[in-house]
């Protein structure tokens, strides 16, 4: 078995370096300071293939795969840690989602566009009232009337909702339905066409002022029946599927952040003088520096995997569930490390500590919290519940 990166990745790896170094650090930072939306970085970003990575040449992908995925992911993250929201909008959860199960027309329609980067997308299945609990909590609705569905409601944590031309959204088209989930239908939504849809940013104290989250309002918002996402009463089990996708992005993303935090602590341990000499001398610093060194490989390793897997067109469910939690682990040791070893320095503006470390929460909940994860790899080693209950779609490898 051979774990080194095949040539390619390895190219691909420095290219996204490269990019990431160039593009998305002092320009970045000029959005940070105006607060506006990086509209252009995101194209350049989709203009480099980083979105298109797991989809075929027809419809302007690359065709490199999901471990590619996984490198983009990790790589942009460690450099530029906002820029990694685009994976999950630009390419995972949102168009891949499409993608998987939208008619000829939808996939025609709507993915171009967003890996380009010359579309803004969007993944709506959080609410206020339950984000673990997304079916029984779900109260967003969906009334068809004609030729379209009305929703009203209201969505929570919705990255990109605010700037977003297409998105997928999850309504309840039979709010009475037992169990829940079989009420909840998928939709393509297109924000800037309709009125009844509006979004607010939400302040998140160290996180990025230009790309945001949001709580997005429904209010007698129209969907044409066409843009209907597979069939009604089956867009649990698309969620459910789609975030297997976007566990692969979050967990590389979690493992980029982990790995730039070690990397700080590594260089700041070396230059720090206290009695005499580095701190890096210090055996207690070593030891936690090695606890990190170790932790972060072993959640690269397994973010690589979820990608290997999904390559392969095998069920990743369990992988992807594990992936996630473990990199969710590996980031907050990375983090806390980190402040061990900057000490108050952590606390300041000067340093990355702190921002990192809001990345990280952030991520921690994002496509499923550490103790949602808990659970269903719980549940699955115990017999209780099986993690792959749910149908598992893949079209870029074939297995629909």
Request: aromatic share 8%; charged share 20%; hydrophobic share 40%.
């Amino acid at each position: 078995m051979n774990f080194d990166l095949p040539e390619e990745m390895v190219a691909l790896q420095d290219a996204v370096a490269d990019f990431a170094t160039r593009r998305l650090t002092d320009d970045a930072e000029a959005y940070e300071k105006s607060g506006e939306f990086g509209f252009d970085l995101i194209r350049d970003m989709g203009e480099a293939g980083f979105f298109g990575a797991p989809f075929p040449a027809e419809l302007g992908g690359s065709e490199a795969g999901f471990m590619a995925v996984s490198i983009i992911a990790e790589e942009i993250s460690r450099i530029a840690p906002a820029y990694g929201y685009a994976m999950n909008m630009q390419c995972a959860t949102c168009p891949y989602t499409i993608y998987n199960w939208g008619t000829p027309e939808q996939i025609e329609r709507f993915v171009p566009g967003l890996i380009a980067g010359e579309k803004i997308g969007m993944f709506a299945l959080s609410e206020a009232g339950g984000g673990s609990d997304p079916a029984g909590a779900m109260r967003t609705t969906a009334r068809r009337e004609g030729d379209y569905y009305v929703l009203n409601g209201s969505k929570m944590w919705i990255t990109f909702s605010n700037v977003a031309d297409v998105g997928v959204l999850f309504a309840k088209t039979d709010p009475k339905a037992e169990p829940a989930h079989r009420g909840v239908t998928a939709f393509i939504v297109e924000p800037k066409q309709f009125e009844g849809y509006s979004a607010q940013p939400i302040d998140l104290p160290g996180l990025s002022k230009s790309l945001r989250s949001c709580a997005v309002f429904l209010d007698d918002f129209k969907v044409p029946v066409k843009n209907r996402l597979g069939e009604e009463g089956k867009g649990f089990g698309i969620a459910m599927n789609a975030l297997e996708f976007g566990r692969l992005t979050v967990s590389a993303r979690l493992t980029g952040l982990a790995q730039a935090a070690l990397d700080a602590s590594i260089a700041y341990a070396n230059e720090r003088v206290v009695g005499g000499g580095p701190i890096a001398r210090h055996q207690l610093v070593q030891q936690r520096i090695a606890d990190a060194t170790v932790a972060v490989e072993a959640a690269r390793l397994m973010a690589r995997r979820i990608g290997w897997t999904m390559d392969q067109g095998r069920t990743s469910t369990r992988i992807a569930s594990r992936g996630k939690y473990f990199a969710t682990q590996a980031a907050r040791l990375a983090v806390d490390v980190a402040r061990e070893v900057f000490g108050g320095n952590a606390l300041t503006a000067e340093y990355p500590v702190q921002r990192l470390s809001a990345y990280v929460d952030m991520l921690t909940v994002g496509e499923g919290s550490e103790n949602v994860q808990r659970v269903l790899i719980g549940e699955d080693a115990l017999g209780i519940k099986d993690a792959t209950r749910h149908t598992m779609r893949n079209r870029f490898v074939g297995v629909t």
